[in-house]
């Protein structure tokens, strides 16, 4: 059993979280895998990112990426290109579809990124800095 088992099988992933040394360092991108890390195990899921938009390079970046092996990885995505999907996420809190083919907001997705990892369903939250969305 790893380490991140013992802090995450109990009832206790939240602490193990907030309390990890990882997140006092100020490194985004460490920070950003030991979320993903702590919230695939809690959770049971096979893939979890941490995307930071960059809109004068009109891009979504994937700064943290936890997923199972085979899982392909996307570094980015371009905002313009998937306008529906980037809208809808940095304009609410969240978007929530059970089935990406179908939902308006994933659709766009399901080539590039979704079927080719075998996602079938997401949640994104968004990440907000002082107040405005940042990913």
């Known amino acids: 059993m790893s380490r991140i088992d013992d802090h995450v099988s109990g009832a ?38 941490v995307w930071l938009a ?23 995505l371009k905002i313009s290109t998937h306008a529906a999907y980037c809208l809808s996420v940095l304009g609410t809190r969240f978007v929530a579809a059970d089935e990406v083919t179908t939902d308006p907001r994933t659709r766009e997705l399901v080539e590039d990124y979704l079927r080719p990892n075998g996602v079938t369903s997401m949640l994104d939250a968004a990440i907000y800095r002082d107040g405005r969305v940042i990913g």
């Open 54 to 76: 960059e809109h004068e390079q009109d891009r979504l970046r994937c700064i943290a990426l936890h997923a199972e092996e085979g899982a392909k990885g996307l570094p980015e």
């Open 12 to 49: 206790a992933p939240l602490a193990a979280f907030v309390s990890n040394a990882v997140l006092a360092e100020g490194s985004a991108q460490r920070a950003g895998s030991r979320v993903c890390e702590i919230a695939a195990h809690a959770l049971g899921l096979a893939r979890v990112g």
